[in-house]
């Protein structure tokens, strides 16, 4: 959203691949945003933290690493950790606000979901660059993986879901 917002002026001098890096941080930025503003703790993933913040009611963690399909090492965007009922999910975000490459990579990030620990998982796919038919056919691919639950949102979806599923009257410490 922040792209549509006006930032595209200020992006302007960049590559286009400068451009949907800096756009799908954004895209990233307002997820965490969306769960602060909830109350959820946000940290950088470590061991450490993984370790010592279970007794924060909602976590937040960025780049979370996993190993995926084909043995690779990668990191997740987030992972929402509910310490209160034991629920965790995998959260990438996708942004693509003009033609590119990011709906090509897609399909690994949707293979990569059938090796994730966690069984839910949430995938943001925000912008109108994206090729006609690629939410449709992430949606169906992601619906044949079995023992999962993917979610594929766009940023209004994920905050209306979020705003379901997060506890009220959370307060960081």
Not at 36 to 63: A, D
Request: proline share 3%; with cysteine; aromatic share 8%.
């Amino acid at each position: 959203m922040f792209y549509q917002q006006g930032l595209f002026g200020e992006l302007s001098n960049l590559s286009q691949g400068a451009r949907a890096v800096k756009s799908g941080t954004d895209q990233e930025i307002l997820v965490e945003k969306i769960l602060v503003e909830l109350g959820v703790l946000s940290v950088t993933w470590n061991v450490c933290n993984q370790n010592t913040l279970g007794h924060v009611p909602v976590v937040l963690f960025k780049q979370v690493p996993y190993i995926g399909v084909i043995g690779s090492q990668g990191k997740s965007d987030f992972l929402l950790c509910n310490n209160l009922s034991g629920n965790k999910i995998r959260i990438e975000v996708k942004a693509q606000f003009v033609g590119g490459s990011a709906d090509e990579k897609l399909d690994r990030l949707i293979n990569n979901c059938a090796v994730f620990k966690e069984r839910d998982v949430i995938i943001i796919m925000e912008g109108n660059g994206f090729r006609p038919g690629t939410r449709e056919y992430i949606v169906n691919i992601a619906s044949k993986i079995p023992d999962k639950n993917i979610n594929i949102f766009n940023i209004g979806q994920f905050r209306s879901y979020v705003k379901e599923i997060v506890p009220s009257g959370l307060t960081q410490r």
